[in-house]
């Protein structure tokens, strides 16, 4: 199925929009184009944004990917479970001074709080690995999408999956301090530029997206051959999507999310709060780590665990 779409009225008179689409069509872009077309059509707008069909396709003609088998994290009995974050602008910037002093650049809202959020996940899984209040430290990598739109000048409106990932590392312990994860993480982001974005631009393309898919199913499977000697984590971000933008004609949402479908790995998502400035993170992991996880007094210093959406649509965050 392409796409389902499910309303859903309750009886104080609220009502959800609920909407799926399938990854191998669609990214954030392709959902905001959909969205901004029908909203346009529902409020009868003279000027109806039409997404593009044909760009993606012409960048990316359809090919055969040659000796192409799939890898992915080895699956488990082990039980998942999300939970719901909210950091107040307030304690992003506290965040952002912390660790400022220690860059020549300035770390942005997604990067400090990705990068905390990775550190206490990791200290929960080493934790959890050891048994005990010690902990035994294991590597671990981070899995980013990178939106190409921005990065090769592609209209926004253009239809398909141009989110492509990218990867971060920590091999050992020393590594695990916040500055240095946000920095290894703009390391990784300067290095994708650098060595496979400007490539993406060139007729040499589609040999980057062969390398760039061959290199991850390679982590991935040598991982499960290590039985899981590395900590895997996804991650995607909404930050600054107009989601909380859209009007079918009754106000703009008072609440949005995304729902992570694969509960059978780690996954990090962030998007804006209603307000601006702060970011609502739902993180999924193993039950077991996730009990140690949302106890972090670190975490819990600059997020506040699954406030009600009243308390982020009304409050300054």
Known sequence: MLLLL??????CGSTAITISITHRIADTNTVISFLNTWTAITTG????PLPDLTV?????????????SSGSVKTSDAKFTTRRFIFKASKIEELKIKIKNKFEFHPS?????????????????????????TTSFKPSILFQAMNLRTRMYIPENVVGTLAWPFWVTVEEESHVALDE?????????MDFIENKVERFK???GFKVVVENLKERVEILKRNNENEGSLVIYNSSSWCKFPVLEFDFGWGKPVWCC????NL???????????????????VTLVEDEMKLFQQNQELLHYAVLNPTTTLISTSKL
Do not use: Q
């Open 258 to 261: 995304s729902v992570h479908i």
């Open 6 to 11: 499910r309303f859903t009225l309750f009886s």
């Open 45 to 48: 707008n003279e000027i109806v």
């Open 202 to 204: 060139e007729e040499g």
């Open 181 to 189: 994860m946000v920095k290894r993480m703009r390391k990784g982001v």
């Open 109 to 133: 809202r997604v990067e400090v709080v990705l990068a905390l959020i990775w550190k206490c996940a990791l200290s929960a899984a080493s934790t959890a690995v050891s048994g005990s209040k």
């Open 264 to 282: 059978g790995s780690n996954f990090i998502y962030l998007m804006d709060t209603k307000n601006g400035g702060g970011i609502e993170a739902f």
């Open 56 to 68: 993606a396709a012409a960048l990316f003609p359809p090919r055969e990917i040659p000796g192409m």
